[in-house]
């Protein structure tokens, strides 16, 4: 199993910048992926980014070129860079890993709290 604790949020103006924190309560080097969610009012979740245990990133189209993640193994900590931030990027923000309790098992989703992202125009 693992526990998912993000920080961070906050409020910021638009143009500016934040950065998300996501703690794991295990080392992350052996979760097949984590990911980072939001999900805006009356919106579907939707994801931002995602980082496999080998490095590799992908970003959702809308942040593309704006945001960036990165891992920290020796803290077993996610990072989220928001840069140029946008009014539409206001949601909440959800840690996400993807992994296996065993080697034949199916592969389960844990979840983070979330952390209120509010970007003001």
């Known amino acids: 199993q693992v526990q998912l604790v993000e920080s961070g949020g906050g409020l910021v103006q638009a143009g500016g910048s934040l950065r998300l924190s996501c703690a794991a309560s295990?080392?992350?080097?052996?979760?097949?992926?984590i990911c980072w969610y939001r999900q805006a009012p009356g919106k579907q979740r939707e994801l931002v980014a995602v980082i496999s245990s080998g490095g590799s990133t992908n970003y959702g189209d809308s942040v593309k070129g704006r945001f960036t993640i990165s891992s920290d193994n020796a803290e077993n900590t996610v990072y989220l860079q928001m840069n140029s931030l946008k009014p539409d990027d206001t949601a909440v923000y959800y840690c996400?890993?993807?992994?296996?309790?065993?080697?034949?098992?199916?592969?389960?989703?844990?979840w983070g709290q979330g952390t209120q992202v509010t970007v003001s125009s």
């Open positions: 295990r080392s992350i080097s052996s979760i097949i992926a």
């Open positions: 996400n890993a993807k992994n296996r309790d065993t080697w034949y098992s199916a592969v389960r989703d844990y």
